[in-house]
Structures are given as C-alpha cells and as structure tokens.
C-alpha cells in the first residue's frame, strides 16, 4: 500500500510542479493586477501540495516522528514568509516571493530524505536569513547614498578575499571559509554580492576610460585573489559578471570581445597551473576512464540523472548517497533521480523565471545604478545555475558551485536571501514610483 502511495503522489507532483512553471511564465502575459495575484494564488496551492505529498511520503518511507514536526514548521514559516512581507510591503513582487518558496521547499525535500540533521540546520539558517533580510527592501527605497561609497564594496571585498587566502580552511583543494570556533562562512558568497555594487557605482559615476580601467583592476585583483584561493568556481562567476556588466555600460563590442578573449586564455592557463583542474577536466572529458578515483562523483551523479529518468524512483527509492557531496554541489542530480528528470527540468525553469523576472526589473529602471544592479545579480544567479547544473550532467567541468537556494550550505542560501532582497527592494522602488505617477496624473 506504501509503495502505491509513493507512486502515486511521485507522479501527482509532477503535474503540480508542471502547473506551478507554466503559471509561473503565465504571469507575464498578464497586465491586470488582479489576473496576476489569482496566479500566485495558485501557485501558492500547487507548492503546498507538492510540499504536503513529498513529505507525507518521507514519514511513511522512515516513520520519523520529527519529519511531522518539521513540516508543519516549514508550513509556518512558508505562510509567514510570503503573507507578512505582502503586509510590510504592499507592492511586492509576488512571483519572486513563491519562487524562492518553491526552490525552498524542493531544496527542504531532498535534504531530509538525505540528511534529516542537516535539513534541520539549513532550516535554522533560512529562518535567521528570512528575518535579518526583510529589511533590505525598506532600505533600498530610502537609501540613495548605496550609490556614494564605491570603494568601501571594492576594498571591503578584497579584504574578506584576502583573509580567506590567508587563514581559510581548505575544502577539495580551495580555500573557502573562515572559521570562527565551531561557526564558518564562506566570504565569496556575500563579496558576489558587494562586487555588484562596486562595479555598478563606478560605472555609474562615469564610464570613461580611466574609470574603466580602475574598475577593471579592481575586479582582476577580485579574480586573482578567488584564484589563488583555487575557488575557481566563484572566480568565474565574478569575472563573467564583470564582462558582462562592462559591456552592458558601455555598450562596446571591443570589452566583450576582449573580455571573452581574456577568458579563454585564463582558463588555459588555469589548467596549467592547478592539478585539481586538471583532474576536473580530464574527468569531465572521459570520467569512465578512471571510473573508481577522478571521475567517480560526475559517473555517478550521471547514473542517477540516468536511472530516474522521466519520472523518478521516487522518494527514498533510490541512492542520491553514492553521489559524493550530493547535499550540496550535486543537489540536482538527487532531484533528478529520485523526483524525475520532468520535475527536475521544471526546476531549472523556476529558475529562469527568476532570472527573466531580474532582467524585466533590470529593464524598467531608469537610474543607471539600479539598472547596474538588477542587471549584475541576475548575472550572478543564472550564472551559478549554469555552473552547477552544467557540471552534475556532464556539459561542463564542475566547478564545485551550489544550487541557489536548493544546496545545503549556509552562506550561500543567506546571500541568496540578501540577493532576493535587493531585486524585491528595486522592484518595490518602481512600483511606488509608477503608483506616485498615476496619483500625480489622476
């Protein structure tokens, strides 16, 4: 009866996560307010559904008594999340609010059929998140001065960069986090963030030449630093976010050519000087070759992407554990096998919604700055999202980068928090100004 039940609901939310992406692209075909907040509405039925079924499945697959528990605290906080910061905040963008819901939910999913202790401290750390960014949008719509203090984000950065280069604790061959007694955090995830601001305040300022290049040196010394560090994957995300903010700037061809020029050469060299990269390179070409040592985690992380198929084992059915470090560079191929490759490919288009939702916000703000930064963390989140996918389905090397949201690891949810924060605290910002046009008119 048990293993009926799991079929069953494996499949019913799969249509659920299939409905809740088309309404969330759905939503931008729509200009009326109250069509709009209808779909949020049931987007907001068919994540509680999903979250309902998936962890009613996990209590009859392991009989925990904590798993109800945790649910139900899960629910409350779902509930609070996205009613409380309507109350604080009547123009808020409900569509971002429910999709960060939703990559919660689903990251909260696979973390307690992997690990129910860590699910439990993520959750601990979404809370503390949830609580300390709600202020983000309240100041983002008062605070004008953002736009004053490039430096302190340039040197602020490099200063936490450096400290990590010094005195960081080595995990797989990077130096990531700083440890303080039994706490740790990894700086790069909230410098991400900072780098934006810096870029965006100096190419506000001016977009000469000279300040180009004092940019520029600035953002290369950000690199460097990441890559001496080997967190490769972080180096990445900040020097294609710098090219593509440049560009976007100026407008000239000639900075994204020799930005891309300069990529390429960086990752050759790269290659030549870090075993570790080496290693992950020649995995990614021919993980079969050396199926026991190098290529072990990317085989298997293949072989669950390949055995869930279309529709998953389902939940518990199946050994996302074999995947070393699944919980949090390899999240999605525990989706993927044991939720099904549909849900897992509506996940990633959750995603995108967010991105697209970015670029749309990006797109309606006419200050440079804004503009700058809506633009540059969107960069910064479809581009960890590429890496990470990319890398557990074999399309690139790994890089070692999490899932936003999705992937255990308490700075990178609590930066994703603070990124949110920021697009929802811009978004807000236009809303009230477009609301102050209409009543001047009106």
Known sequence: MVNLIVDVSRYLMILLIAVYTWLNFRYFSFRDEGK???????????????????YGILWLKTEDERILAFYAAQVIFFLCYIYVYRLFYRNVSRLLVNNMCMLLSVGFIILTRLSFDRALKQFVIVLAAAVITWIIPFIMDRVWQLSKIPWVYGILG?????VVLITGISSYGAQ????????TF??????????????????????KFKTVCMTTLVAALHVLILVASKDLGSALIFFVTY????????????????????????????????DHVRARVLAWRNPWSD????????????????????????????????????????????????????FALCVLFI????????????S???????????????????????????????????TGVTLPLMSYGGSSVFSTFILFGVMQGLYILKQNEEEEKQYEKG
């Open 158 to 162: 490099l200063i936490l960069l450096g």
């Open 351 to 362: 995603c995108f919604g967010c991105f697209l939702q970015f670029m749309m916000i990006a």
């Open 176 to 183: 990531l986090s700083i440890g303080i007694g039994d706490f």
């Open 364 to 398: 309606r703000m006419k200050a440079v700055f804004y503009k700058l930064i809506a633009f540059g963390l969107g960069t910064v989140y479809i581009v960890q999202v590429f890496l990470t996918v990319g890398g557990v389905t074999k399309f690139i090397p790994s």
């Open 291 to 342: 199926i026991e040592n190098k290529g072990y985690q990317i085989t298997q992380s293949l072989f669950a992407i390949g055995t869930g198929g279309w529709f998953g084992m389902g939940l518990c059915q199946g050994m996302p554990g074999k995947i070393p470090v699944v919980e949090k560079d390899f999240v999605f191929s525990a989706v993927s096998e044991e939720l099904g490759g549909i």
């Open 186 to 207: 990894q700086p790069s995830e909230f410098v991400k963030i900072s780098f934006v601001f810096f870029v965006a305040t100096m190419f506000y300022r001016s977009t």
């Open 36 to 54: 709009q907040k209808k779909i949020c509405g049931r987007q907001n039925r068919c994540m509680f559904l999903i979250h309902f079924l998936a």
């Open 243 to 274: 090219v593509l903010m440049l560009f976007v700037a100026t407008g000239k061809w000639v900075y994204l050519l020799g930005g891309a020029g300069a990529g390429t050469a960086a990752s050759v060299l790269a290659y030549q000087l870090f």
